[in-house]
């Protein structure tokens, strides 16, 4: 402090501290001389001693013209060292910083000012000051003061000069702190911090597309931003580097692929438009590098298909082809699970699109990887089913196509049949509103007589006989109109002929018997119309209800759609099908007179050539039980309406109708004992509110009176579980 002193005169040191510009200048050319001396003769302990009392005594000072002065001093003695300034810059450069955030913007203006000048003179020697003077002026770039920020621009420029030129500058040291600074939401910042990108990406020797997951994340971030100008200079930046990037060799596609992934999902549609592109070039060039983030790519593509700007949506879709079009194999890290694991979630989308394209990932696994995809199954089985319920028809036939793939295998198939009618069990609406649609589409792909076989044989054990009896009258109204199923009718017309058709009207016989509609109908279309008159005769008062009416009703109007026109040419020979004659006389005679569907049968019979039947004929017509007696004709027996066989005792083709018969009345017994259970319930039930109601109207509310009600309703509970 004293050698300082004694080098520069009091007046010097005075005017440094005047409040007065002039003459705090004047006084720093003082210092400037005095210092350029010193250098010439090499006397470079005073020289630290002049730095040092301008440091502590003027840069560091509690009095705001004083720092100034002390940063003109500072200055000043760096333009006297000029060449010889790299060795004492340990000590001029750190007090200029720490003004940088002093309270007074005219400090940190003269801050701005001094560290300027001090650049000019040393340029590249202060490199190695570089990352806090990035940071000082990263903060100066959002001052309040606007001098402040326009000095600081200026002293930006000359930094990045200085840095384009140097080839000490350190970018593995400079990334961190970029890195840090990235997620600063201030718009001056961001400008600066672009600013910066840029500049290095344009500097030959310095390769910022090596370092750039480390900052793209905070130029995604900057694509959202309020201000136009600083939107613009994000997505030029980000265009560039993805154009680099094309160029490029050697690319980490990987660390970037993740930070894309997550950016597709913001909630700004340019930030998505822009993240998609990019994940669009990434799975063209980044080919066996990408394998591993296939699963999180596929999870930002499919709910980019369904986005409300259509230029995502083009994107994506192609993205999401590129993506189908590589066969990756699951050696190669390929990770099946966590592709179906995604796909199973994107199942759960509120967007048709997204789900369709989910589910064609699943099918396209299926077919490429399917003991993989297997191994996976429990899964994505459940959720397979429920989107069996889903709300578009487009997704219920995908599903289709993928359970139908899965069952494939015997194991598989069983599962799948004994999951659908769980389902239909549990969702009776399911069966309601998509029964038709699943049941097609499986016949289509399974084969319709394995699908009606199986579902015959686990309904035939059902327990639950009212869904038994819903189920198979779906069943078979789907049986006898859909056009997917034309194969499996014509099969079962060859009943009394072909042994496959007989075997097939054998398989389905054991479950129809839950609806005698359904037993009716199966009879008509396998022409074995004596059983269906047998049938018929056999109902009783408990079968002949409301349900039983209303089926009635819809199997008379399909007698008269195009399925059954064989049927009704029949009826021009009805002494050759007289028991036809007789089925249909049968029912009509359970339909009431006054409906419609009786008036349709009555017009149809009354169309009937009225030829003359032989003894014969009658006499077997008139027969009360059609299986009581074996009747002959010329030596052969007569089986079913215009069929001629050898006598076979008991069996008629093969069938033993007699015992059908009776397999069918067993299976009406109990579905009347159900019937009559339920029927208990509901006078219990009726008689338990009665109680109720009567007890409340006659007796007083006391706590007495409460406990008698409770012990009552309790008694009529136990009761009623009994009867159930």
């Known amino acids: 402090?004293?050698?300082?002193?004694?080098?520069?005169?009091?007046?010097?040191?005075?005017?440094?501290?005047?409040?007065?510009?002039?003459?705090?200048?004047?006084?720093?050319?003082?210092v400037e001389g005095i210092v350029k001396q010193l250098a010439s003769s090499g006397e470079h302990d005073k020289i630290s001693a002049v730095i040092n009392l301008l440091t502590t005594e003027y840069t560091y000072s509690q009095q705001a013209n004083h720092r100034k002065g002390g940063l003109i001093g500072l200055a000043a003695a760096t333009v006297g060292l000029t060449s010889e300034a790299a060795q004492h810059l340990e000590q001029i450069v750190p007090p200029v910083l720490n003004s940088f955030s002093d309270q007074d913007s005219r400090v940190r203006y003269y801050a701005c000012e001094a560290l300027y000048n001090i650049a000019k003179v040393v340029r590249g020697d202060f490199i190695i000051f570089f990352n806090q003077i990035f940071d000082a002026l990263c903060k100066l770039s959002a001052d309040i003061d606007a001098n402040v920020q326009s000095a600081a621009h200026l002293l930006d420029r000359l930094v990045k000069d200085i840095v384009t030129e140097s080839d000490q500058f350190s970018i593995e040291e400079f990334?961190?702190?970029?890195?840090?600074?990235?997620?600063?939401?201030?718009?001056?910042?961001?400008?600066?911090?672009?600013?910066?990108?840029t500049v290095l990406d344009s500097v030959p020797d310095i390769d910022m597309l090596g370092f750039l997951p480390d900052f793209l994340d905070g130029l995604f971030n900057m694509l959202s931003d309020s201000s136009h100008e600083i939107r613009q200079q994000a997505d030029s930046a980000l265009s560039e580097f993805l154009q680099e990037i094309k160029n490029s060799p050697s690319v980490d596609y990987g660390r970037m692929a993740e930070i894309l992934v997550q950016r597709a999902a913001s909630p700004d549609e340019f930030t998505r438009l822009t993240a998609i592109t990019w994940i669009?070039?990434?799975?063209?060039?980044g080919g066996d590098q990408l394998v591993p983030y296939y699963a999180d790519i596929l999870g930002a593509i499919l709910p980019c298909i369904s986005d409300k700007e259509e230029k995502i949506r083009v994107v994506a879709r192609e993205t999401n082809?590129?993506?189908?079009?590589?066969?990756?194999?699951?050696?190669?890290?390929?990770?099946?699970?966590?592709?179906?694991?995604?796909?199973?979630?994107?199942?759960?989308?509120?967007?048709?699109?997204?789900?369709?394209?989910?589910?064609?990932?699943?099918?396209?696994?299926?077919?490429?990887?399917?003991?993989?995809?297997?191994?996976?199954?429990?899964?994505?089985?459940?959720?397979?089913?429920?989107?069996?319920?889903d709300s578009?028809?487009?997704?219920?036939?995908?599903?289709?196509?993928?359970?139908?793939?899965?069952?494939?295998?015997?194991?598989?198939?069983?599962?799948?049949?004994?999951?659908?009618?769980?389902n239909f069990r549990v969702d009776h609406s399911l069966l309601e509103r998509r029964g038709a649609l699943i049941i097609c589409r499986l016949c289509v792909l399974l084969d319709a007589?394995?699908?009606?076989?199986?579902?015959?044989?686990?309904?035939?054990?059902?327990?639950?006989?009212?869904?038994?009896?819903?189920?198979?009258?779906?069943?078979?109204?789907?049986?006898?109109?859909?056009?997917?199923?034309?194969?499996?009718?014509?099969?079962?017309?060859?009943?009394?002929?072909?042994?496959?058709?007989r075997d097939l009207f054998v398989s389905l016989y054991a479950s129809w018997c839950h609806s005698p509609m359904a037993i009716i109908s199966l009879c008509l279309l396998a022409q074995m119309y004596q059983h269906a008159s047998a049938v018929i005769q056999s109902l009783v008062e408990e079968d002949i209800n409301v349900?039983?009416?209303?089926?009635?009703?819809?199997?008379?109007?399909?007698?008269?759609?195009?399925?059954?026109?064989?049927?009704?040419?029949?009826?021009?020979?009805?002494?050759?099908?007289?028991?036809?004659?007789?089925?249909?006389?049968?029912?009509?005679?359970?339909?009431?007179?006054?409906?419609?569907?009786?008036?349709?049968?009555?017009?149809?019979?009354?169309?009937?050539?009225?030829?003359?039947?032989?003894?014969?004929?009658?006499?077997?017509?008139?027969?009360?039980?059609?299986?009581?007696?074996?009747?002959?004709?010329?030596?052969?027996?007569?089986?079913?309406?215009?069929?001629?066989?050898?006598?076979?005792?008991?069996?008629?083709?093969?069938?033993?109708?007699?015992?059908?018969?009776?397999?069918?009345?067993?299976?009406?017994?109990?579905?009347?004992m159900l019937a009559k259970s339920q029927a208990q319930s509901r006078n219990y039930s009726t008689s338990l509110l009665k109680v109720y109601e009567l007890f409340v109207e006659r007796v007083s509310f006391s706590l007495s009176s409460i406990i008698i009600l409770m012990a009552v309703l309790d008694i009529w509970q136990c009761t009623l579980n009994y009867v159930k």
């Open 449 to 501: 007589e394995r699908v009606y076989r199986e579902l015959s044989t686990i309904l035939e054990g059902e327990a639950d006989l009212d869904f038994a009896c819903i189920m198979v009258q779906a069943l078979n109204l789907i049986l006898v109109t859909s056009s997917e199923l034309s194969e499996l009718r014509e099969l079962l017309k060859q009943s009394l002929v072909n042994a496959a058709g």
């Open 547 to 672: 349900k039983f009416l209303v089926q009635l009703d819809k199997l008379i109007r399909l007698l008269e759609t195009p399925i059954f026109a064989y049927l009704r040419l029949q009826l021009l020979e009805p002494g050759r099908y007289i028991w036809l004659m007789k089925a249909l006389y049968g029912l009509l005679m359970l339909l009431p007179q006054q409906s419609a569907a009786f008036k349709i049968l009555r017009t149809r019979l009354k169309t009937v050539p009225s030829y003359s039947f032989n003894s014969d004929q009658l006499k077997r017509a008139s027969s009360g039980n059609p299986y009581s007696q074996i009747l002959h004709h010329s030596g052969s027996q007569i089986t079913e309406d215009g069929d001629v066989n050898q006598d076979n005792g008991n069996l008629q083709n093969g069938i033993n109708f007699a015992s059908r018969l009776q397999q069918f009345e067993q299976m009406r017994r109990q579905h009347r």
């Open 321 to 389: 082809e590129e993506l189908r079009a590589i066969k990756a194999d699951p050696e190669e890290a390929f990770d099946v699970g966590a592709i179906l694991s995604i796909a199973r979630r994107q199942l759960d989308s509120e967007w048709e699109a997204t789900r369709i394209e989910a589910l064609h990932w699943i099918l396209t696994l299926l077919n490429r990887h399917r003991s993989e995809v297997l191994c996976f199954l429990n899964d994505i089985f459940d959720t397979l089913l429920k989107a069996l319920s």
């Open 280 to 285: 669009n070039e990434f799975v063209k060039l």
């Open 1 to 30: 402090m004293a050698d300082a002193l004694s080098v520069i005169p009091t007046y010097v040191l005075r005017n440094l501290s005047d409040k007065l510009y002039e003459k705090r200048k004047n006084a720093a050319h003082e």
């Open 175 to 197: 990334i961190p702190l970029l890195r840090e600074r990235m997620n600063v939401l201030n718009p001056y910042v961001r400008q600066f911090l672009v600013g910066w990108i």
């Open 392 to 422: 578009s028809n487009k997704v219920v036939l995908l599903v289709l196509d993928i359970h139908a793939c899965i069952a494939q295998d015997p194991l598989h198939f069983r599962q799948l049949v004994v999951f659908l009618v769980h």
